[in-house]
């Protein structure tokens, strides 16, 4: 009897072990019930941008409106101006939020101090914002693009604009003016025109001789109007003594945006970075490409009239440019006709400079640029010239030239690029000569060839031109 009543004593107490367990997972899950209640219940709280602490209280932005404000004291963060902050219905800062990644983008105009930039959006409206975290002059330049809070007048950080930056083929040239054959006198031309007012600046003060703005290369494609510009920008790095140069390449027919006013802030743009990068004292090349697709002349009726409002804004940024002396604007066509007449009157585009189609003599100048002695030589042509690889060389450019030139109506088609796609094509015949187990480097009769299927191309294009035309 006393083992079943103990036995009974031990089950009633272990009952009641377990119904004491059960009411106190009751009771917490009651309370966390009303926990969450409460919190579903609670009026919401309002995201602000936090400005300055000013003793027990904060400056903060919240809906546009500057208020000071009181903060937790167990809020135990340091804040820094722009930081987003959380504040309760009774208008006290409780918590600190993550930043907000969107907003308003706007270009850069002006870094005024480490803190403060002048931008511009939504057309031609300026205003002065703070950049969150400071370093303004390291962080940004001229014709960046900022996200920006209008509401509270921070930008937050910098954003890059494919758009621009696709158009903006930034880059430091390696061509020089010896990698150039056949332009000797337009190429020194051009440097009496850039080169000289940048290394006898005082000479042209005392004749009161203004230096040319910028130079318009004219003439048929594929005869080095590209190239030269890229030299240009590689030489002006030596005639100013700086480190490096840039060149900005701007492709016409990319610049054109159906939205009204898009190209013109691109121009805009250029222009911005343009002399951002001239700021520090390196030279700036600006180079537009197929200039006669963007600024033709007004009022031609050819295109849609945009260039009413294009031409216009290129005129603005080229008169900004005059106090600029190392920021050189080139301008390359094919068709110079179609350029409005503004854009190349003297004070502009002053240096105008054809680069013409290479004659005999100037396609002997180019090939010495392609088809050199430290190429693979044929034994048959080393032998020709007692073998001197040099001679080698000059005797099959001769060839070449001989071939190219044979026929005088064979000049309307001649071009650098020309010459140098058939020095390409011989030097793949002569590889494929030797994998075929043929014998090792470039003969004339390669070249000839490579003349042959180059001329052929040249005629055909030009045919399927006048057809369509």
Known sequence: MVTEGQDRIAALQARNAELQRLLETSREALGEMRIKLAEASAPPHTFATFVQRVGEHVDIVSSGRRMRVGIMPDLDVDLSPGDEVLVNPMSVVVGVAEPERTGQGALVREVLDNDRVLVVSRGEDERVVRLVGGEARERLHEGDTVIIDPRSGFATERIDRSGVEALLLEEVPDADFASIGGLSGQIERI?????????????????????????????????????????????????????RSYFLSVKGPELLNKYVGETERYIRTIFER????????????????????????????????????????????????????????????????????????????????????????????????????????????????????????????????????????????????????????????????????????????????????????????????????
């Open 191 to 243: 440097r009496d025109a850039i080169e000289l007012p940048l290394r006898h600046p005082e000479l042209y003060r005392e004749h009161a001789l203004n230096p040319p703005r910028g130079l318009l290369l004219y003439g048929p494609p594929g005869c080095g109007k590209t190239l030269i510009a890229k030299a240009v920008a590689h030489s002006l790095a030596d005639a100013v003594g700086a480190d």
């Open 274 to 469: 343009a002399r951002a990068k001239a700021s520090s004292g390196a030279p700036v090349v600006v180079f537009f490409d197929e200039m006669e697709a963007l600024f033709r002349s007004r009022g031609s009726g050819v295109s849609s009239d945009m260039e009413t409002t294009i031409v216009p804004q290129l005129l603005t940024e080229l008169d900004g440019v005059e106090q600029l002396g190392n920021v050189i604007v080139i301008g390359a066509s094919n068709r110079e006709d179609m350029i409005d007449p503004a854009i190349l009157r003297p004070g502009r585009l002053d240096v105008k400079i054809e680069i013409s189609r290479p004659d005999a003599a100037s396609a002997r100048d180019i090939f010495s640029k392609y088809l050199t002695s430290e190429l693979p030589l044929s034994t048959s042509a080393l032998a020709a010239s007692g073998g001197d690889p040099e001679a080698a060389v000059k005797e099959l450019a001769d060839h070449a030239v001989g071939r190219l030139y044979a026929d005088p109506d064979n000049r309307q088609h001649m071009s650098g690029a020309l010459v140098r796609n058939v020095v390409d094509r011989a030097k793949t015949l002569a590889i494929k000569e030797v994998i075929a187990g043929g014998e090792r480097g470039i003969t004339a009769e390669h070249l000839e060839r490579a003349c042959e299927q180059e001329l052929a191309e040249a005629r055909a294009v030009a045919a399927s031109t006048l057809r369509e035309g």
